[in-house]
């Protein structure tokens, strides 16, 4: 019986692991690899002219997550996107997982890309706090950001208890997965060969291989939220950022949000709301939009306005359009 049950689950250790690097032979990655520190990263660039849009992904995401918006924005300059270090198609690789690190990691991607010119830095969620590192730590190369729906370096300590203890309980949630995936038994009970998210089917194709079942994929986010202490107090450091033009997306505090009680949603919503009234603080040139209708992803939500909305922001920088309204909070 022993060795039945060594014997199954050897089965699908090599099933899984043959699975993974089948469906990625079938779906190569859009983009190019590149050679970073040793390890290989995936930097996806669509479109031409300047400045240049990078795209950061919010945790556990990859560069699909902006499939409503590279596309729309390439017409206008050139807009890259890419995967960071266990997700997606690069390379997993030892070390930290914080906002520095994750900093130093994209900094060499583009440099070995060979983009050196202006760039927009563009974010979503935790990425709010990777991008504030980096422009800090590269602000001769960044004319401007745009961050949506930003983690902020206050959140944890301002926000109710309920949501530290939540992403322990994530934490703990993956830790106890992450041995089962490469060992088969999360793409045995099914788990694998996901479907996009609704509205996301540009990339469909990919997600046949589904990297939620590669063995990098979960002590990648593992790391980013062990890192998360690190991050905030890296971040809290940087200061302000003179006249550099933010601009910041909010979703809607009005949407219910799934799995936890309207009370507490509504004071979390309440925090988040001034966290990013205080996040134009950065700089004198930076203004907010509320994302009407939108949850966290407000990409998935509101394409619409993102799109429209970072266009003209990027014709303000390149002097073609008269800014507005800094210091303002919008609801659209």
Known sequence: ??????????????????????????????????????????????????????????????????????????????????????????????????SDSIVQQLHGLLTAAGIDGPTVLMGHSIAGLHLRAYASKYP???????????????????MPAVMREQLHRSERQLAWLKPLVPLGIVRLAGQCGATPPAGLGGHKDWYLGDNNCSPSYLPAILGEMEGIDASTQEVARTGTFGDLPILIFSQD??????????????????????????LKGLSTRARRIVAKGSTHYIQIDRPDLLNREVASFIRQIRGERQPVHYGSTQVE
């Open 140 to 158: 001769g190369e960044v004319v401007g950001m745009v961050l949506v729906d930003p983690s902020t370096p206050a959140q944890f300590d301002r």
């Open 253 to 278: 505090p009005a949407v219910k949000q799934p799995a936890i009680s309207e009370d507490l949603r509504a004071r979390v919503s309440a925090v988040w709301y001034q966290l990013h009234e205080e």
């Open 1 to 98: 019986m022993v060795l039945l049950l060594v014997a199954a689950v050897c089965g699908a250790a090599a099933y899984n692991f043959w699975a993974v690097r089948h469906y990625q032979s079938l779906y190569p990655p859009p983009g190019k690899l590149y050679r970073v520190d040793g390890y290989q990263m995936h930097l996806y660039c669509t479109g031409a002219g300047s400045p240049t849009i990078v795209l950061e992904a919010g945790m556990g995401n990859d560069f699909r997550i902006w499939d409503l918006v590279q596309p729309e924005l390439s017409p206008l300059t050139r807009v890259c996107s890419y995967d960071r270090a266990g997700v997606g198609w690069s390379d997993p690789r030892p070390g930290p997982r914080d």
